[in-house]
């Protein structure tokens, strides 16, 4: 075992005194389709890879600093680096880029000067052991002490007296100045933003310099800097953990119930410590929910694509189609009224809002009809980009609304103030509004995503359900957000609160039919789809 | 630890100067010692024999510990090299970077880079189909390329009809496909980009149906 390389210096983490059991609350699972899983803090994190390093070090007999480097080349899996060194501890160091504990002296590096907190001296490496090394062939790192030593990246001549102070070489025998590997591994840290791959200077050397040699080597700003990279790298390196996405907020989470291979059948939503949810199969900063990661991407990147056709669609204003004045949307609600000539009308279709209240609300689903007789290709594109424009547009259309959330709480809470006074009401009870408008935002989010599951839904029986659930969820949720919208007037608040109570627990419950059965459909593998998943 | 930078260079261009047998040359422009012009001769039975190619230098200041940028000057029609601007898709050049590395050793890396191309890992898409779907015509097109931008002698390319090259020759297609679509009535330089970035080659040897094409020229 290597023993000049301190092995307990690898963490600098005070333990903050977080028991474990306390903070490891597993979120109760309620559904088929929802996972398990864990809110850590990152000083948790940090416990994790502590406990994780300590293991290996005590069941393969190794320092801190070998022991996280074969983790890390393992992806942090304990077993798989067991089993495989058990095997064959050679190929295990090799392959991580440490050299094999045969030559325990070899993977040193003892030339570095005393510092103030070691008590032992530096320990010379006799240039005869060297021969033993595995690696360089190439003569001029295999320095001899008796020989001045030119550094290869800066050029300088050392003579053979500072060889010990001065320069450097891994267990690899590739030597460099002191100021070099100073210079390189702050580069790497500070510039490149690596921290657990490391490697040594010589081209083609895959030799990892070590943790404990990094801390002194670097300052101690830096040395924190690279502490946060490590931390980062086990958690990206690790598949059952995710830091949260969510600005200013340093938790992760931990599950092992969403592995890559089960995304195709799951959506793993998750709500982070800070109350922000989050998806952790791919890290959106929301829920998509109830559409497939995979779906998400491709949609996205087919958004971006297709930007500049669809941009007109995203405008904030639009012409009344009667009296062509210029109409500008200010809440989330569709069901827009002309100031000018009264006309009501559907801000999505701009058809009349009169077709949308009653039982043929349609404005969900896109006639594929239009684009059957298309014959020549120009036609067939020009149809399929209608089809694509017909759900990106209410997609977007929930988006914006997403955008104008502040002010429609805003709005909702002019009202609340104003029944407040002209109804006799309490604060408590004029709290149903602001509950109103969660329900609608909520909603509103899961009918965004609807849209894109549409659009990559195969026409069959099942899209068919699909669409009249999230055409039953649309019409409810536009009529509470009309609801909303209302200006109270003292002799009808009474009523308008029982409306819009329960218009937001029929809200919820669409909400709820349509969330739920898409989710189980995935499990029952109802849907097909346009694209492979 | 720009003294180091300087020192570095200063001894790396020494050491190219003396050394007679590798024909590889670093300069200085205007005698600024971190922006350098490199030049070495195509390698021998390539497609590149007999040119001559300038590679642009720029040390960056935390070299060597950064990789060092270079980008051809010397328009090369080649897999891993833009051939619109030179730039070059090489690992030394980013990841795989070592400060033990020279500007001399990374010239040669480019120089074999031109006998080997990689066209799995490619700068230039168009070019690397091109190489992967028919090397005779791809071979054809560089030797076209080296003579007319790298002063490769005329006489080492055999071009396939002994005529100066045409527009068709430098973008690596047959004239009879060339001239097929623009009988229809389409602009020649519309045809020849389409029918680049269809890598329509050869004897059409991707198999490209025709209304792909005129799809792409209609837009
Ligand atoms: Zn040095
Ligand atoms: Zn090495
Ligand atoms: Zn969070
Ligand atoms: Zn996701
Ligand atoms: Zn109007
Ligand atoms: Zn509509």
Not at chain 1, 332 to 345: A, I, Q, V
Not at chain 1, 387 to 411: G, M
Not at chain 2, 109 to 118: A, G, N, R, T
């Amino acid at each position: 075992m290597s023993s000049d390389e301190d092995a307990n210096d690898y963490f600098e983490y005070e333990d903050d005194g977080f028991e474990d059991d306390e903070m490891d609350q597993e979120a109760p699972v309620k559904k088929d389709y929802d996972v398990a899983y864990n809110v850590k803090t990152l000083s948790q994190v940090i416990d994790m890879q502590k406990k994780a390093i300590a293991n290996i070090q005590t069941v393969l007999e190794l320092d801190a600093s070998t022991a996280a480097i074969l983790l890390r080349h393992f992806g942090w899996n304990s077993e798989k680096l067991q089993e495989q060194f058990f095997n064959d501890p050679s190929k295990a160091l090799t392959d991580a880029g440490l050299s094999p504990p045969s030559s325990p002296s070899a993977h040193t590096s003892p030339l570095l000067p005393p510092t103030a907190s070691s008590s032992t001296p530096p320990r010379i490496t006799r240039s005869s052991k060297r021969v033993a090394t595995p690696a360089t062939t190439r003569s001029r790192s295999a320095v001899s002490i008796q020989t001045s030593f030119e550094c290869p990246v800066c050029c300088i001549e050392y003579p053979a007296a500072s060889l010990s102070t001065k320069t450097l070489a891994l267990g690899c025998g590739h030597r460099f100045c002191r100021d070099c590997w100073v210079e390189y591994v702050v580069g790497k840290i500070r510039t490149d933003g690596e921290s657990a791959k490391i490697q040594c200077m010589e081209n083609g050397c895959h030799r990892i310099v070590k943790g404990s040699l990094i801390d002194q080597l670097v300052d101690p700003d830096t040395s924190q800097r690279y502490r946060k990279l490590l931390n980062e790298a086990f958690v990206s390196d690790t598949a059952t953990l995710r830091w949260c996405p969510h600005p200013g907020c340093e938790n992760v989470i931990e599950c092992s119930q969403a592995p890559p291979r089960m995304l195709n059948q799951i959506v793993p939503t998750v709500t982070c410590g800070c109350g922000n949810e989050l998806c952790f199969g791919c890290g959106f900063a929301a829920s998509h929910r109830p559409v497939l990661c995979k779906l998400v991407k491709l949609w996205q990147k087919k958004c971006a694509d297709d930007s500049e056709t669809a941009n007109w669609l995203q405008a904030n204003t639009k012409e009344c189609i009667k009296c062509q004045s210029t109409i500008e949307k200010n809440g989330g609600c569709n069901h827009m009224t002309c100031k000018k000539c009264k006309w009501e009308f559907c801000w999505v279709c701009m058809g009349p809002w009169s077709e949308h209240g009653t039982a043929w609300y349609q404005c969900n689903r896109y006639d594929e009809k239009s684009g059957m007789d298309a014959r020549d290709s120009q036609a067939k594109s020009r149809a399929s980009l209608e089809r694509y424009l017909h759900y990106f547009n209410r997609w977007a259309n929930h988006e914006l609304s997403a955008k104008l959330d502040a002010d429609f709480y805003k709005n909702t809470e002019k009202k609340m103030e104003a029944m407040q006074q002209s109804g006799n009401l309490s604060w408590i009870e004029v709290q149903f509004a602001k509950q109103a408008v969660d329900t609608v935002i909520r909603a509103r989010i899961t009918l965004k995503w609807s849209y894109c599951m549409a659009f990559y839904l195969k026409r069959n029986n099942q899209t068919e359900l699909f669409e009249d659930n999230q055409r039953d969820l649309e019409r409810a949720v536009e009529n509470l957000g009309y609801l909303l919208e209302q200006n109270p007037e003292p002799d009808s608040i009474s009523k308008l609160r029982a409306d819009i109570t329960n218009q937001s627990a029929y809200v919820q419950k669409r909400h709820d039919i349509l969330m739920d059965d898409t989710l189980k459909g995935y499990l029952e593998r109802r849907w097909e789809f346009s694209v492979d998943i | 630890m720009s003294d180091a930078r300087l020192r570095r260079v200063q001894k790396e261009i020494r050491d190219c100067a003396k050394d007679k047998t590798s024909n590889i040359s670093i300069d200085m422009i205007d005698e600024n010692p971190f922006h350098l012009i490199g030049a070495f001769p195509g390698p021998p039975d390539t497609p590149y024999e007999g040119g001559y190619y300038e590679v642009d230098i720029v040390i960056p200041d935390a070299y060597p510990f950064q990789p060092v940028k270079m980008k051809f000057i010397t328009k090369v029609y080649h897999p891993n090299v833009s051939s619109a601007s030179g730039a070059i898709c090489l690992d030394i050049l980013k990841d795989a970077w070592s400060p033990v590395l020279t500007l001399k050793s990374t010239l040669i890396s480019l120089q074999s880079l031109l006998c080997e191309p990689v066209p799995n890992d490619p700068q230039d898409a168009e070019v690397a189909k091109h190489y992967l779907a028919d090397r005779a015509g791809f071979n054809a097109t560089a030797k076209h390329w080296a003579q007319a931008y790298a002063q490769a002698p005329a006489s080492k390319v055999k071009a396939t009809h002994g005529k100066p090259a045409t527009d068709a020759d430098m973008a690596g297609l047959a004239e009879e496909n060339v001239v097929s679509f623009t009988d229809m009535g389409f602009p020649r330089e519309k045809v020849i980009s389409v029918l680049k970035k269809l890598n329509y080659r050869g004897n059409n040897v991707s198999n490209i149906h025709e209304s792909t094409v005129l799809e792409e020229l209609f837009k």
